[in-house]
Structure formats: C-alpha cells, structure tokens
C-alpha cells in the first residue's frame, strides 16, 4: 500500500516540481484527512521537507449526463488531491529533537525558525525519517544533522551492520541466540 501511496505521490506532487520523493511518513494533525511528512530532492540537490494533506472526495457527475455509469467499486467515485500545506529546506533544519529516547514516543519537534511538533504514526516511521534526514544530509548538505534525545542504535548502525534494514538486525539477533545455546551447552566444572 506505501508503494503505491508513494507512486501516487510522486506522479501527481513530486514529479510536476522535478523533485524525486525520498521518504514519507504518516503522521497525526488536527485537521481532517491523512497527512503525511515528505523529504523530497530537486535536480538542483536542495532537499525539501514538507507537510502533505490528502483530501478524499466524491467524483462529481458530468452535468447533462442522464444515466450516469454505475460504478462497480467504489474507489473508482473516489478521487485523492495532494497539497503541500508547509514547506522547508533542510539546510534550515538546525535540530531534530527525539524528546525522550527510553519512552516509545512517535513524537519529535523539528527546529527551524519555529519549532515544529510532528507525531508520527509510530516510533518505527519516526527512527525511518530520521534516519532519511541524517542520510541526506550527509549527503546533500555536507554537514552532520543535530540530534537529541534519540536512541542511537537505531539512528546510525554500526560499521559491520551497515544500514541494511531488518533482515541484518534478524541475523543479528540470531547470532546471539545461537552463542547464547552454545553457552549453555558448554559443561561447567564444578570444582571446589
């Protein structure tokens, strides 16, 4: 469903303004509709983070039409509109603040000129954007992204471990166990 959420968007907000979308997360805000924080590139390299707004509504009816189609489904009466409600650049991003990094906590603040509240639908969508952030600034700003209050494991792994994603975390894990069975297994001499 992401993958093509993020089609969707690409083809209809990102790719008109030659940008390429980078990463996404969904996140809670008082007004209706789904929103989503965006971190999208331009050919110029200048990344671009931006609040977007979904709005679901009903397909109007062609006026003059006397037996309109019946639709089969009623996704096809459905039409979708991306807006970009705020936007920044990531150079102006000076700290990306955890809040607390031994609480499960999907809220952040990004500071800008402003401070800016974001609550991501999980902890898991906040460490993946964050963890976007970090990777593009390195790359795009030259400079290292300002972080507190964020459990570092998470944010940038380990030499060995490079960022693969969750199989190299699953083999990590398994590796433990392994050494763990292998511990017990090994005789103890219970010599006085």
């Known amino acids: 469903m992401s993958s093509l959420l993020r089609e969707e968007m690409q083809r209809v907000l990102f790719r008109p303004a030659k940008q ?11 007004a209706q509709g789904r929103h989503f924080l ?10 671009q983070l931006s609040i977007v707004r979904c709005q679901i509504s ?3 009816n062609k006026s003059g039409e006397r037996n309109p189609k019946k639709s089969h489904t009623q996704r096809s009466s459905i039409q979708e509109s991306y807006r970009r409600t705020e936007m920044w650049s990531l ?11 031994d609480v499960d906590d999907p809220c952040f603040l990004l500071h800008f000129d402003k401070v800016r509240t974001v609550r991501a639908i999980s902890c898991s969508a906040k460490y993946a954007m964050v963890r976007a952030l970090v990777a593009l600034s390195n790359q795009h700003c030259q400079r290292s992204l300002n972080l507190l209050n964020f459990d570092w494991a998470y944010i940038e792994p ?12 699953l083999s990590q894990i398994c590796f433990y166990a392994f050494n763990l069975v292998c511990l017990s297994m090994c005789p103890v001499p219970l010599d006085a």
């Open 20 to 30: 390429r979308l980078v990463e996404f997360i969904e996140i809670e805000e008082p």
């Open 38 to 47: 965006c971190v999208a590139v331009a050919k110029n390299k200048v990344v």
């Open 58 to 60: 009903k397909k109007p």
């Open 91 to 101: 150079h102006d991003l000076t700290l990306v603040d955890g809040r607390d990094p």
């Open 158 to 169: 380990t030499s060995f471990y490079s960022n693969r994603g969750d199989c190299v975390v």
